[in-house]
């Protein structure tokens, strides 16, 4: 079955860089567009970021461009979130997402927390 790993989750300090990664297994990963989304404590799901299957093109949110930036490697079946001068409102869970067919496939999830 399909089966999405988030890890790279942590506490950092305003400033700081993460980079969370998602190992992807139960599909053919090459050939699909991943996404990373976040949700924040009393707030919705949001995308922060996405790319497509050959990693020939991204989109970002406006409040993480010029900061994150997404990547992939298809051999290793993972998707990569590099988030750099990070601030207190990036402070949320992390979770990666695949779309196939009508079906969504989320992962568990990684908490980022900005503090200092």
């Known amino acids: 079955q399909v089966q999405l790993v988030e890890s790279g989750g942590g506490l950092v300090q305003p400033g700081g860089s993460l980079r969370l990664s998602c190992v992807a297994s139960g599909f053919t990963f090459r050939f699909y567009t991943m996404g990373w989304y976040r949700q924040a404590p009393g707030k919705e799901r949001e995308l922060v970021a996405t790319?497509?299957?050959?990693?020939?093109?991204?989109t970002y949110a406006d409040s993480v461009k010029g900061r994150f930036s997404i990547s992939r490697d298809n051999a290793k079946n993972t998707v990569y979130l590099q988030m750099n001068s990070m601030k207190p409102d990036d402070t949320a869970v992390y979770y990666c997402k695949v779309s196939l067919l009508s079906d969504d496939h989320w992962g568990q999830g990684t908490q980022v927390t900005v503090s200092s």
């Open positions: 790319i497509t299957a050959a990693g020939s093109s991204t």
